[in-house]
């Protein structure tokens, strides 16, 4: 089937006589694709409409294989009837004849779900409805939902049979229905996440991946390609290019409560200055689909917190007319974010943020409190924290320390009661919604979407408060949630609009942010700051950790921290001299300022904590105590004489400060760690001058990274942010010994080198070294084999041939298919080599442009470099290569191969004539490799790119006996027809 003009046709008609019996011209250039779109059409709709035929047939009791006989003689008849009819019957035969439907095929349903997704988009770009294959498009995704990917279509006659005979249909009851059943896992099935989750129908089968590609797509705005979901699906694979590629036309305004809510994120900013103009910088943005702004209202009392919501909900709402023309409710999304265990001013300031939108009716409110990485998870209306000692078991928040919060506490883990509660009865009963687990795994993104139906209908009209509980237990649930959201805002649902008040799960979800590695200890190191003006000495400094919450989990993990880093500077903050007067705090903090400076100047970390023993709390709740604690701990960090290498924020609001009596030996170490979530708040944004920060990502599960911006007082600073109700037992120490140890301080762990400490965090992108690889070859008397490819269908097929032969291989990047395929080609080749069964890397090849070379190895999943100075004169090929190796072995401990000599040849149009071309000199080997420190070597000894002139190509093998001889071990690279 091919499509194109008629004289090409009958110019490439010898070529296509030889390969195959029969060819036809359907018209222009695209008619052979979209013929052949057809057929797929055709064979999908045929077969769907064959299994319904046989599954009827076979339920009124026809013999099928006589009826097969019958339909040849019939119109009814098509070539997939007969071959599915024949399936039917071979399977039916078998001892078990749903083993036989649902065994593999090599014609499986998964082909078909990409083909008519083409159709699909074909169809709708020209505005054709095409009801018969959507039908069979349906059938084809609910099976893969299932688990039956790789079924044959003859499949579908079996799966149709099951659900006629099914004695039972699950269904989701309706609010109005029967009372919720008890709350919570009740019996002893239930006791645990696991148990919880046996328990529980099989989560919806769309990946993570596609799922989150979906809500991407929707967030960024609909002026996009038909099916771009589909695209971008395929796009994440790319990591960052997502929004370079689509700018975005919608925004995910998050209003964080405290810091600490971007511990779901990545790649975006968070603004610690609401004035419209810090605003409208971001809004303007096509760039930013997302973004954090930072209210701390949960420092405030209620009264200032709503001041506060209203206030910036205003500002962006003025920036958001003023930068897109948006004045309605339509064009942005506002997320509430709040703590996971069901502390902060609730109800409270998500009417202050209606308020300053000026939303003219109550816009409906989503609960969703759910966050995977703290272990917050939401069942039937009621939320728990899993236990990170007791095998997962689940807690009912009202039954944790939080619940206990002198400030928030409250009595109830169901969030029905909850919310009655905290609403004071303002949200009566059945106005309270609820998706379930059960609802949003069986009935997927448009079962969910049913659901909001009915209650953007119960809600419209505007008069009464309405909240719906989103229950998750995984991600996965999260995801399918927001998408159905996305799909409700966009069919018009909930005119009044919808406010978001959730955890940080919702909001990764929400926005499609998609997962990525953990951070290294290399990706948390700030570069190194100018001297002048801060004190620095050229002994670099080290951190300082500030430990400021009351919770015991915080408390145990500052113990951990101690032992395990016994060199910490430890220097307490005594609470109860900072409570008496101004007088009493000044002398305190010109003792522990005089003590973090004369650590940090020494190249120590230091530890700085809040005393262990109780205080008599003030009136406020202790707002006033902790208003003093926080001062003290910004006076602190605003008047460092020493920049500190990198920071680091542990804890809890700083205004709790009661605290049961601890006592920690006195040591050194030099760090620079806070603790807390609004102690954080206040040491970047008060003491450190922070406007816009830039989330980098996580160094353990949801503790965020942000960089600070250039307008701060420490610019590029590196500022862990690490919650207090978060993390296991030793998780600060790990942070801080990774964090120490990449910035040269002696940080030893039980008798371990830091270097052992932080391998915790190797990062799967960068599963192998080439120099490894080489090594291990050269050992086996083996080469391994480098394939420059120019696209993911060429990556894969390299992959798939070293994995049939159980040889590792390496995908390699030329200039000429860079500048093709970008960085998109990069971190697809990245993650093929990612997911092969057998050893694979990835590395630039001739690259030969110093500043692109050095950006790809800082911010790219290439593993190495092939640096090519060939082309300058030996002593600049040699400073020009140190350069390099020096830039790649900082950098995740990437590879770097040289190139000594000048190979002949031409490839990707680069090419050198023979008369320039130069061999390998093996004297000047040893001392290239010795000043450059480079982990290979490519020699040249009359082989060349591409076509050899002669035959036999003449190669000078004792010159690479020589050069062997010369490089100590060296693995070494060869090019062309070697």
Not at 338 to 355: C, K, M, N, P
Not at 621 to 649: H, M, W, Y
Not at 902 to 922: F, I, Q, R, W
């Amino acid at each position: 089937m091919l499509g194109g003009a008629e004289e090409d046709y009958a110019a490439a008609r010898p070529v296509l006589d030889a390969l195959g019996g029969y060819h036809a011209l359907l018209g222009p250039a695209g008619s052979g694709a979209a013929a052949k779109l057809v057929n797929q059409l055709l064979t999908a709709t045929n077969a769907m409409s064959a299994a319904e035929g046989i599954a009827l047939a076979s339920e009124l009791g026809c013999d099928v294989a006589t009826l097969m006989e019958v339909l040849q003689r019939c119109w009814g008849n098509s070539t997939m009837l007969q071959r599915s009819g024949g399936i039917y019957t071979d399977c039916m035969l078998h001892e078990d004849p749903s083993v036989a439907f649902l065994a593999k095929s090599r014609a499986p349903l998964r082909n078909f779900e990409k083909d008519l997704m083409f159709v699909d988009a074909a169809a709708s770009r020209k505005g054709l409805p095409l009801p018969t294959t959507d039908a069979a498009k349906d059938a084809v995704s609910r099976a893969m939902r299932q688990g039956f990917a790789d079924i044959d279509w003859t499949g579908m006659i079996h799966l149709l049979l099951q659900d006629a005979r099914a004695k039972h249909v699950a269904c989701v009851p309706k609010p109005s229905e029967a009372a919720k059943t008890p709350p919570g896992p009740s019996t002893a099935t239930k006791k645990t996440l696991d148990s919880l989750q046996a328990s529980l129908p099989r989560e919806y089968q769309m990946d993570e991946y596609r799922l989150a590609a979906k809500n991407a797509s929707l967030q960024i705005g609909r002026r996009v390609p038909v099916r771009v979901d589909d695209l971008i699906a395929f796009c994440f694979l790319c990591g960052g290019i997502l929004m370079a590629a689509f700018p975005c036309f919608s925004q995910l305004v998050v209003i964080d409560d405290d810091p600490t809510g971007t511990q779901t994120v990545h790649s975006l900013p968070v603004l610690g200055d609401w004035s419209v103009e810090n605003l409208s910088s971001v809004i303007s943005d096509p760039g930013v689909s997302c973004f954090y702004i930072l209210s701390n209202t949960r420092a405030l009392d209620v009264e200032r917190a709503r001041a506060r919501a209203t206030e910036i909900s205003a500002n962006v709402k003025t920036a958001l007319k003023q930068c897109r023309g948006l004045d309605g409710v339509s064009g942005y999304r506002i997320v509430s974010r709040g703590d996971s265990t069901l502390r902060g001013h609730f109800f409270d300031e998500v009417e202050a943020i209606a308020s300053g939108l000026q939303l003219e009716q109550r816009p409906v409110v989503v609960l969703a409190p759910f966050f995977e990485e703290g272990g917050r998870i939401t069942y039937n209306d009621t939320h728990y924290v899993v236990s990170a000692e007791d095998d997962g078991a689940l807690v009912p928040a009202a039954e944790t320390e939080f619940a206990k919060d002198r400030h928030f506490g409250y009595r109830s883990s169901d969030l029905r009661d909850w919310i009655q509660e905290k609403t004071q009865g303002r949200a009566a009963p059945q106005n309270i919604h609820s998706l379930s687990v059960e609802a949003i795994r069986a009935g997927g993104p448009e079962g969910v979407l049913h659901k909001l139906r009915s209650i953007s209908k119960a809600a419209a009209g505007g008069e009464a408060e309405h909240v719906i509980i989103v229950n998750s237990v995984t991600q996965r649930d999260m995801l399918v949630a927001a998408l159905s959201f996305h799909l409700a805002e966009e069919e018009g649902l909930f005119q009044n609009g919808v406010l978001y008040r959730t955890a940080g799960s919702f909001v990764s979800a929400f926005a499609g942010v998609q997962k990525r590695p953990l951070l290294q200890g290399e990706d948390l190191v700030s570069r190194k700051q100018s001297s002048e003006g801060t004190g620095r000495t050229d002994k670099p400094s080290g951190g300082l950790v500030l430990v400021g919450s009351y919770v015991g989990k915080s408390t145990t993990q500052l113990e951990e921290l101690v032992k395990r880093l016994p060199a910490l500077q430890q220097i307490e903050i005594d609470v109860k001299q900072i409570a008496l007067d101004e007088a009493a705090r000044l002398v305190e903090l010109k003792r522990v300022q005089s003590l973090a400076n004369d650590a940090l100047r020494q190249g120590t970390s230091a530890v700085v904590y809040t005393s262990r023993e109780k205080v008599q709390d003030d009136a406020s709740g202790g707002l006033e105590i902790g208003q003093k604690v926080t001062d003290t701990i910004c006076d602190l960090v605003r008047n460092l004489e020493v920049t500190p290498s990198f920071l680091v924020a542990k804890g809890e609001e700083s205004r709790r400060s009661c605290f049961p009596a601890r006592s920690f030996g006195a040591h050194a170490l030099s760090l620079r760690c806070t603790i807390g979530g609004i102690t954080s708040n206040d040491v970047a944004v008060v003491a450190c001058n922070v406007r816009t920060a830039w989330v980098l990502g996580q160094v353990v599960p949801g503790v965020p990274v942000w960089q600070f911006g250039d307008e701060s007082r420490f610019p590029g600073m590196k500022y862990v942010v690490f919650p207090g109700n978060v993390g296991r037992p030793d998780d600060l120490a790990r942070v801080v010994s990774v964090m120490s140890s990449q910035d040269g301080t002696e940080a030893e762990e039980d008798g371990v080198a830091p270097s052992a400490s932080s391998a915790f965090l190797a990062a799967p992108d960068l599963k192998y070294s080439i120099r490894e690889m080489l090594e291990e070859a050269r050992e086996n008397q083996r080469a391994v084999g480098a394939f420059n490819v120019y696209n993911l269908e060429g990556a894969l097929a390299v992959r798939d041939a070293a994995e049939a032969l159980g040889r590792p291989a390496i995908l390699q990047f030329h200039p000429g298919s860079f500048d093709f395929g970008g960085a998109a080609l990069l971190q697809l080749c990245a993650e093929v080599a990612s997911s092969a069964k057998v050893p694979m890397a990835t590395q630039l090849d001739h690259a030969a442009n110093e500043k692109q070379i050095i950006e790809l190895l800082e911010t790219s999943n290439v593993n190495g470099v092939m640096a090519d100075g060939s082309a300058f004169p030996l002593d600049e090929n040699r400073a020009w290569t140190k350069r390099i190796v020096d830039v790649a072995h900082k950098v995740r401990g990437r590879t770097v191969e040289a190139e000594l000599g000048k190979l002949a040849g031409e490839e990707d149009g680069l090419s050198v004539d023979e008369k320039d071309a130069k061999m390998t000199d093996p004297a000047v080997v040893a001392e290239f490799i010795a000043e450059t420190r480079v982990d290979a070597l490519a020699v040249t000894i009359g082989n060349v790119h591409g076509k050899y002139a002669r035959s036999p190509p003449v190669l000078d093998w004792d010159r690479l006996d020589q050069v062997i001889d010369c490089e100590s071990g060296l693995p070494r690279k060869s090019f062309g027809g070697v």
